[in-house]
C-alpha cells in the first residue's frame, strides 16, 4: 500500500475538522447586607491579564462541563453540593483572542457566609455588587446579563432563597432578597400575602427584633421539595 494510501485511511472526519478548546465560566451569586453580588477575579493569564473575570477554566479531557464546573467552584470556593445551572453557550469565533474557545455558562447560588474566604483570597477574588460591576474582559458582561436573567426567571415561578439566604430569615429579609434580585421594589403586604400562600415557609417560634419594635418572626424553608409552580410567584419580565 502506497504513503498517501495508508494517509488516507487513517484519516476520518475528526481529523478534518479545526479543533476548539471549551471552557466554563460560572456567574457565582451571593446575598450580604441587602445586596445580590457576583464573584469575580483578576485574570491570571493573558489575553487581558489582571483584568477582571468570571470563575471559570477549561474542560478537562475526563470530565462533562458540568464536572469542570463543580471543579472550579470547590477550588473556588471550598464548598460542593452547591446550587448549579446550566445558562448558555457562548460561541463567537472573536470572543477570545487568545484563542478559538467555546464557553458554557454557569449560574451558581452560595451562602456567602459559608464560603472559604481564605481561598477567594488567594486567587484574588473579591464580591461585587450585580449594580457597580466593573469592566469585564470579552463577553463576560453579556454572560452575567443572561445569568441574572435566568436568576429571575427562577425566582418568578419558585420561591428563591433556601440556597442564599440565612437558614432563619424575617419575610422582610425575604422580599430584601427578591428586590435584589429583580432590582426593583415590591409592595410589602402583597408580598407576604402572595408568599405565605404558597405555604413553603415554616413560621418559628422566634423573633428578630431589629426591624420593628414589635417584632417580626423567622420563617424557614420547609424540607419538603415542591419543584416549579404552575402559576408565577412574581410577574417577570
Not at 440565612?166 to 426593583?184: G, H, S, V
Not at 415554616?202 to 416549579?228: C, H, M, P, W
Amino acid at each position: 500500500m502506497s504513503k498517501s494510501a495508508t494517509i488516507q485511511k487513517l484519516t476520518t472526519i475528526y481529523d478534518i475538522h479545526p479543533k476548539h478548546h471549551v471552557a466554563v465560566d460560572c456567574s457565582i451569586f451571593g446575598y450580604e447586607q441587602g445586596e445580590l453580588k457576583l464573584l469575580l477575579y483578576p485574570r491570571s493569564f493573558e489575553p487581558a491579564k489582571g483584568n477582571w473575570s468570571l470563575m471559570g477554566g477549561f474542560v478537562k479531557i475526563d470530565e462533562s462541563m458540568e464536572e469542570a464546573a463543580r471543579r472550579v467552584l470547590l477550588q473556588t470556593t471550598g464548598l460542593h453540593d452547591l446550587f448549579l445551572e446550566q445558562a448558555a453557550a457562548f460561541s463567537q469565533p472573536d470572543r477570545d483572542p487568545g484563542a478559538r474557545v467555546i464557553s458554557m455558562t454557569f449560574v451558581a447560588l452560595i451562602r456567602i457566609d459559608k464560603h472559604d474566604k481564605e481561598l477567594v483570597r488567594e486567587s484574588g477574588a473579591q464580591w461585587w455588587p450585580v449594580t457597580k460591576l466593573p469592566k469585564l474582559i470579552f463577553d463576560h458582561q453579556s454572560m452575567i446579563e443572561n445569568a441574572l436573567s435566568l436568576l429571575q426567571q427562577k425566582a418568578s415561578i419558585n420561591l428563591i432563597g433556601r440556597e442564599l439566604l440565612p437558614d432563619r430569615f424575617t419575610l422582610m429579609q425575604l422580599k430584601n432578597l427578591y428586590e435584589a434580585i429583580f432590582q426593583r421594589s415590591f409592595d410589602p403586604g402583597n408580598f407576604r400575602k402572595k408568599i405565605l400562600s404558597l405555604e413553603m415557609l415554616e413560621r418559628l417560634n422566634e423573633k428578630n427584633t431589629t426591624e420593628s419594635k414589635k417584632g417580626a418572626f423567622y420563617y424557614q424553608f420547609k424540607t419538603v421539595d415542591f419543584g416549579i409552580r404552575s402559576e408565577r410567584i412574581i410577574k417577570f419580565p
